[in-house]
């Protein structure tokens, strides 16, 4: 299948130069050496071949040989993908240990997914339609929680002239037949898919339903769209894997990709531990169940860091076909731009900024323009919603990754150094962070909970944002100076920080708020100010304001309040008239 | 298959350029990337090195001893054909090495058949097991604020004059590995250290082996040393043949292993170095843009794995230059390893040992090592709210400076005195104080009890009934 096409001549870490043959196309998979590393060509100038070599290349010699394979690097797609773990180039990681151990060697050829596997396939299309790219031919339950749809591949068109009846097959048996322009053609549930080439639908739609990830500062106050994308910048150690962890967790998407690109190999073994002993709380089965991880870790090959993101999104926008809400994290771009930036200097390309190559800002919008929420080729909707994690040097947002990407997204989660220390998590900083999704998704919000989100949501902020202002007076003259009405702004502010904006990761009631008991808590919150607000004006001081009981139940709701028993927040709202109620009557 | 013939033992001539420690050959069509050769001068004395980029015209070596003596004439290169390779076996343990792993202290040569690659290989994420083990080392900033758990990677980010050795050397003391907290597990079969020193002077190398000898363990030690005055490039090499024996001694034969690796600046200096002479295009502040890789592809090399009882727990010791944390060494570091320990000026100005900076420290491992079952179940809330509080005393510190302590408010009164109390009790301990975990929590209940309980918010109310014994 492969035939030679070249001979090493040059050799700089992952990335080799060969010379041969002039049919070897652009971003064609090739295999290098007597091993046959996996490689792509990047670059062709005459009769040299510039290959990026997607495993270590150490002993490589020149007059090695260099075989092509006609095809460009692409991702298998099928029924198997979900509840796996896979490499950076979509080898799956557990078949490489029963090969090589617990460590990782090169020069490992594996097919992506099982063969051998039978899946349970029912047609629901008859011989004789007329069939275009992406309508589905049948479903497999790949998993209790998601129903794979077999779909015609985006380039074939014609009339169905056999469909295989119900039954069990393996991947690669065939289950229809499609009269074409071009002759019949066989198809079986395994396809490919170029991982750098975007995957067809008919029309983008707005993106105007929440992707509700359970977070409340994300949900309540910065947004993001299913179909969207997000930015989370944040120096080391600041929360973005746990954010991205939780967003996995608990995000009402229906299939989850995570991509470990450049980050901790205990990170992935983390959630490879914890995702199948995990209950998904809106399907009642296992998270891994409706999960894709990709790990290629900081240790593992750097080039093949540079591919996992491609791969990861093609295969998001595969199960997007089918019709579902997918959401996509990265973790980390940053490590991404890097592998760009490493492979760009080993060939003594310009640098433009930092180093980084003149195209990290070419190749930041095409990644994040794969997000969006589609009426697919099968007449469905589904969506990619895209998080990426972004490490910039020294937490300064001012450099290049950062920079170029706010330009592809509208959802900035702004980490800050600062909180995290003071252990105040997830360390967003409200002030910092922007979503440009508030007025889209305002509709959907009013509908799910009947209450005026947007109102209460801009209130909040007013008092946070009136508290920072604040609290640059108290930075000079102490908190005493203040009149007590501010005082009480700064006193609500604390209970929206640390009840919450504040939200443990770790704990099991706190670590995932509905839409509901955010709106409820919020709405404490607000209520609580406005009943203190009237109670100062009428002569109170802060300090008696301060030493209500149901100050400290406020503070605490957020990890004594389980999902299930919202009814605690009207107990809560009878507890703060009953106690202002009594105050008010010293006061008249 | 032709190509497969055994290319050991040939020799190129044809010197064309050198600088530095970098020295380029012609007609290399021979030899192989990252393989290492023998380059022998014109009197006949051999030194190693490493290839760095070749062609069929051309390869770049970087030599490890420097090319001081060499010439364009009369320099040969050997072929070995394959990548650096060091011997492993547990007799090493005990014995002193270079930085390229070979014995300087009149031993024998380890006698072994089994050599591994230096550059070992990536451990794949599906065969790690999470680590999850609470190392108590007795310091309780550390065990109370940011506990080490077995397989952890926990680097010391210290400044230069800042006691980092002392603490390295008391957590190497003190530390339980492999044994439950407080036994003693020195004398464990299992258990064993490997040190490797990076451009350190001679006094820290003998600091830590004398360290290593009093507590009685120096034979469970390998020591690879690549000192200030030894070859900067060597330096490159060092913290990785360490590495592959602490691999084979963790994996292979099921020892808790301790790996502690400094100075890390000083290795990434000598990288810098490599990198410019060779005109790479440079990220930050001359560090080449691959810094990150090459640091993950040492830091990684750490944790534990299903097929092995072992472990490897890396403890990696860096200057920050200027004190400076954005700095692109302790930056890098800290986007790798697994949380940070901080050592901070100021409080060692105040006399305080351990000086650890607590806001700036994390330990991200910390939450699956401490709790009920580890250490007790009152531990993480605890751990939050001195956090919280100390932060807080950090704005009321600055606002005492500004209006003056007399005009704060009664409780701002109150966390200025639970900051001293902090800093004074439970940062603050001798150099040979070994507090147990439960003292350490106690300490912190009592601290607490300097405020008032409405502050407490990070604490639940039962475990405010249970421990606190405040005002
Ligand atoms: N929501 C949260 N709840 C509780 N703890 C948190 C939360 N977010 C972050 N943390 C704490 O902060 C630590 C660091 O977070 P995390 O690993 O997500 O940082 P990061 O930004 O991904 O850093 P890096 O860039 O180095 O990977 C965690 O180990 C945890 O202790
Ligand atoms: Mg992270």
Redesign the pocket.
């Known amino acids: 299948m492969s035939e030679r096409v070249g001979t090493v001549k040059w050799i700089n870490g992952p990335v080799i130069r060969a010379e041969g043959s002039r049919h070897v196309g652009m971003m064609e998979l090739v295999e290098v050496g007597e091993e046959h590393l996996i490689g792509e060509v990047i670059g062709l100038n005459g009769s040299m071949i510039t290959i990026q070599v997607y495993e270590e290349t150490s002993g490589m010699h020149p007059g090695a040989p260099v075989f092509g394979t006609g095809l460009p690097l692409s991702v298998e797609l099928g029924p198997g993908l979900l509840r796996s773990i896979f490499d950076g180039i979509q080898r799956p990681l557990p078949v490489i240990e029963m090969r090589t151990g617990s460590f990782i060697s090169r020069g490992v050829h594996l097919t992506p997914l099982y063969r051998k596997d039978r899946w349970e396939f029912t047609p629901v299309m008859k011989e004789g339609t007329v069939v275009t790219g992406g309508e589905v031919i049948g479903t497999v339950p790949e998993t209790p929680s998601i129903e794979h749809r077999v779909m015609i591949p985006p380039d074939v068109s014609g009339t169905v002239t056999w469909v295989a009846p119900a039954k069990a097959y393996t991947i690669v048996e065939p289950i229809a037949r499609v009269k074409t322009t071009d002759g019949e053609k066989e198809l079986t549930m395994l396809q490919r898919w170029p991982i750098r080439r975007l995957r067809p639908y008919k029309t983008r739609l707005d993106q105007s339903i929440p992707l509700i990830t359970g977070q409340r500062v994300l949900d309540t106050f910065f947004p993001l769209g299913k179909g969207g994308a997000a930015a989370i910048p ?10 991205q962890h ?1 967003i996995a967790k608990y995000a009402d998407a229906q299939v989850v990709i995570y991509i470990g690109c450049g ?2 190999g205990n990170e992935m073994t983390e959630v490879l531990q914890e995702f199948p002993e995990l209950i998904d709380p809106r399907s009642g089965h296992p998270l891994m169940e409706r999960t894709v991880l990709i790990a290629n870790t900081s240790n593992m090959p750097v080039a093949a860091r540079e591919a996992s993101v491609y791969t990861g999104i093609t295969i998001a926008e595969y199960y997007r076909d089918m019709g579902y809400h997918v959401a996509l994290m990265a ?2 771009t940053s490590r991404w731009a890097e592998a760009l930036r490493e492979v760009s200097g080993r060939l003594e390309e310009m640098p433009a900024e930092e180093g980084y190559p003149a195209y990290l800002a070419a190749r930041l919008a095409e990644f994040y323009e794969r997000a969006g929420y589609v009426h697919t080729l099968s007449g469905e909707d589904g969506s990619v919603s895209i998080i990426g ?1 972004v ?1 910039p040097p020294g937490g300064d947002f001012s450099e290049p990754v950062t920079q170029h990407t706010k330009r592809f997204i509208r959802c900035f989660w702004a ?1 800050d150094k600062s909180l ?1 220390s003071a252990r105040h ?3 967003i900083n409200w002030l910092d962070s922007y979503s440009e999704y508030l007025d889209d998704v305002a509709p959907w919000w009013h509908k799910a909970t009947n209450q005026n989100w947007i109102g209460m949501r801009n209130k909040a902020m007013e008092l946070l944002s009136e508290e920072s202002r604040l609290s640059q007076i108290v930075k000079l003259v102490g908190p005493d100076a203040l009149p007590d009405e501010q005082r009480l702004v700064l006193e609500t502010s604390r209970l929206l920080r640390e009840g919450f904006l504040q ?4 704990d099991t009631i706190d670590a995932y708020s509905t839409v509901q008991k955010q709106i409820g808590m919020l709405a404490l919150m607000l209520y609580f100010h406005d009943r203190a607000h009237d109670i100062i004006k009428m002569g109170a001081t802060i300090s008696v304001i301060h030493k209500l009981p149901v100050v400290d139940t406020l503070i605490r709701m957020k990890t004594q309040i389980p999902n299930d028993k919202l009814s605690m927040i009207d107990e809560i709202h009878e507890a703060i008239d009953a106690q202002m109620t009594q105050l008010e009557a010293d006061y008249k | 298959m032709s190509e497969l013939v055994d290319r050991g033992g040939q020799e190129v001539v044809g010197v064309s350029r050198i600088e530095g420690p970098i020295l380029v050959i012609e007609n290399a069509g021979n030899l192989g990337y990252d393989e290492v050769v023998e380059v022998i001068d014109s009197t006949g004395h051999m030194r190693r090195g490493r290839i760095l980029e070749v062609s069929e015209k051309m390869a770049v070596i970087q030599i490890f001893s420097g090319t001081t003596g060499l010439s364009i004439d009369g320099t040969k290169v050997r072929i070995q054909g394959s990548t650096l390779k060091i011997p492993v076996a547990e007799e090493m343990l005990g014995r002193v090495f270079d930085g390229l792993g070979t014995p300087i202290d009149g031993g024998p040569v380890p006698l072994t058949n089994h050599f591994a690659d230096i550059n070992g290989q990536p451990i794949n994420p599906t065969s790690r097991v999470y680590p999850r083990d609470y190392i108590q080392t007795g310091i309780s900033v550390i065990d109370g604020m940011n506990s080490l758990v077995m397989g952890q990677k926990l680097p010391l980010f210290s400044g230069a004059g800042l006691p980092h050795d002392q603490l390295a050397a008391q957590i190497v003391r003190q530390a339980t590995l492999g044994a439950p907290a407080g036994a003693d597990a020195k004398h464990a079969e299992d258990f064993a250290i490997v040190f490797a020193a990076m451009g350190v002077k001679h006094d820290v190398a003998n600091y830590f082996k004398n360290s290593f000898a009093e507590s009685g363990a120096l034979a469970r030690v390998a020591m690879f040393l690549n000192l200030a005055d030894d070859p900067p490039v060597e330096r490159l090499i060092t913290p990785r043949a360490a590495l592959t024996l602490a691999e084979y001694l963790a994996f292979e034969k099921g020892m808790h292993v301790l790996v502690v690796l400094t100075d890390m600046t000083n290795y990434c200096e000598a990288l810098r170095q490599i990198s410019n002479i060779r005109g790479e295009v440079p990220s930050r502040k001359g560090y080449p843009g691959y810094l990150y890789s090459d640091l993950a592809s040492m830091y990684e090399r750490t944790g534990r794995v299903k097929t092995s009882k072992g472990s490897i727990t890396q403890i990696p010791i860096l200057t920050m230059p200027n004190d400076d944390i954005t700095h692109p060494v302790p930056d890098l570091t ?2 790798i390893t697994e949380g940070q320990i901080v050592l901070g000026r100021t409080l060692y100005q105040h006399g305080i040992y351990p000086p650890i900076s607590v806001l700036p420290s ?1 330990s ?1 491992l ?2 699956d090592g401490i709790g009920e079952g580890q250490t007790r179940e009152d531990h993480p809330h605890l751990m939050a709210q001195l956090y919280a509080a100390y932060a807080h005393v950090q704005d009321v510190r600055s606002l005492a400076s500004v209006i003056g302590e007399e005009e704060l408010g009664d409780v701002d009164q109150k966390y200025l005195a639970f900051g001293k109390a902090f800093e004074g009790k439970y940062i603050s301990q001798s150099f040979t104080e070994n507090r147990n975990i439960e003292q350490t929590l106690n300490i912190g209940w009592e601290l607490l009890g300097l405020l008032p309980k409405e502050e407490l918010t990070r604490v639940s109310l039962a475990e405010i009934e249970k421990y606190y014994k405040g005002i």
């Open positions: 944040g120096g080391f150690g600041a929360g973005k894997t746990v954010t939780s980050e901790r973790d980390s994690a490490s980490l995290a998590f997830p360390s939200q443990n990761a770790m | 800290g986007y994390l991200r910390m939450k």
